[in-house]
């Protein structure tokens, strides 16, 4: 069963932005803090963002004011705008539902991928 389903990524300049789309399940989604994460080549997942059911956000502190999350709870979907892009912001991204004392309600989807050329 695919639980958490990220679209959006592709190929952009640096100084471009892409909107990231993630379609969950009710069971993940509904009531639950939801969160971006980005894995960069080599590297291991790091936290982008995350919106509350209430709408209330977070951002890792280098990417506040570039990237935008927010969710269509009608939708179940949670989405990322990301504005102003760098060539580190290169990685793939990845949705999910984090627990709040740790860990994740889901198994991770597949990503989608972000590459930002210099």
């Known amino acids: 069963q695919v639980l958490l389903v990220e679209s959006g990524g592709g190929l952009v300049q640096a100084g471009g932005s892409l909107r990231l789309s993630c379609a969950a399940s009710?069971?993940?989604?509904?009531?639950?803090?939801m969160g971006w994460y980005r894995q960069p080549p080599g590297k291991q997942r790091e936290f982008v963002a995350t919106?509350?059911?209430?709408?209330?956000?977070k951002y890792a502190d280098s990417l506040k004011g570039r990237f935008t999350i927010s969710r269509d709870n009608a939708k179940k979907t949670v989405y990322l705008e990301m504005n102003n892009l760098k060539p580190e912001d290169t990685a793939v991204y990845y949705c999910?539902?984090?627990?709040?004392?740790?860990?994740?309600?889901?198994?991770w989807g597949q990503g989608t991928q972000v590459t930002v050329s210099s």
């Open positions: 009710g069971s993940v989604f509904i009531g639950n803090t």
């Open positions: 919106i509350t059911n209430n709408g209330n956000t």
């Open positions: 999910n539902a984090p627990w709040t004392g740790g860990g994740f309600r889901s198994s």
